[in-house]
Structures are given as structure tokens and as C-alpha cells.
């Protein structure tokens, strides 16, 4: 039984590096490394699962509470780097929409977006 829970233990730890690789690159301004960290996190999450599977056919519980506390702080650690880059994006959007402003519409359809046609077709 305790093969089954070290390997479990080891796809855990690798994970938790991986995260902290993936921390340590999106501080950074390199784009290749955050790919590369990104795609060995994904990695190391699909043997996790395959490691918990092989451990749950052979009748074992793979996932002592101590394995699951710390896989709920992976959970939370990818769920604030998500956030973080979700952030990112929004912040990106912006800037790019107050430097770069979409052209106004010359033709009729800009028509159709004023409150005032709005408002008139609401009673249409």
C-alpha cells in the first residue's frame, strides 16, 4: 500500500514545483517560459489523475488527508494564477481600447446603436 501512496505523493509534489515554476515565470516577462511552465503543469496534472485512478482499480485509497490538503492548495494556487491572468487580460483590453479606439461607423448601422434608436425600437 505504500508504493501506490508515494507515487501519489511524488505526482503532488511534482505538481506543487510545477506551480511554483508557473509562479516564478508569470513574474517574469518572458511568454515562452510561462508556456513551457503552463504546459508541464498539464502534464503533471494528467499523471496525478492517472496515478489516483491505477491507485483506486487496485482497491487502495491513494489520497491520505495530509495529500488532500495539498492538493486543495494547488487548487486555490492555479485558481489565483488564473485570476491573475484574467486581470492581465482585462488591464491589456483596456489600454489597447483608450490607445487604439474602434473607428465609428460611417454608414447606417452606427445609427442603430444610439440610445435614441434604441429607445424607438423598443416600441416597434
Known amino acids: 500500500m505504500t508504493a501506490p501512496l508515494q507515487t501519489v505523493d511524488a505526482c503532488v509534489a511534482r505538481i506543487e514545483a510545477d506551480l511554483d515554476a508557473l509562479d516564478h515565470a508569470l513574474a517574469g516577462t518572458?511568454?515562452?517560459?510561462?508556456?513551457?511552465?503552463?504546459?508541464?503543469?498539464?502534464q503533471?496534472?494528467?499523471?496525478?489523475?492517472?496515478?489516483?485512478?491505477?491507485?483506486?482499480?487496485?482497491?487502495?485509497?491513494?489520497?491520505?488527508?495530509?495529500?488532500?490538503?495539498?492538493?486543495?492548495l494547488a487548487q486555490t494556487r492555479v485558481q489565483q494564477q488564473w485570476a491573475a491572468a484574467h486581470r492581465a487580460t482585462?488591464?491589456?483590453?483596456?489600454?489597447?481600447?483608450?490607445?487604439?479606439?474602434r473607428e465609428e461607423a460611417d454608414t447606417y448601422t452606427g445609427l442603430a446603436a444610439t440610445p435614441v434608436n434604441k429607445a424607438l425600437n423598443a416600441y416597434r
Open 44 to 72: 503533471g496534472l494528467t499523471e496525478a489523475v492517472a496515478c489516483i485512478r491505477q491507485a483506486a482499480q487496485r482497491g487502495q485509497a491513494p489520497l491520505a488527508p495530509q495529500l488532500q490538503a495539498r492538493l486543495a
Open 90 to 101: 482585462v488591464s491589456v483590453d483596456r489600454v489597447l481600447g483608450i490607445l487604439l479606439p
Open 30 to 42: 518572458d511568454p515562452a517560459a510561462i508556456t513551457q511552465c503552463s504546459q508541464a503543469l498539464q
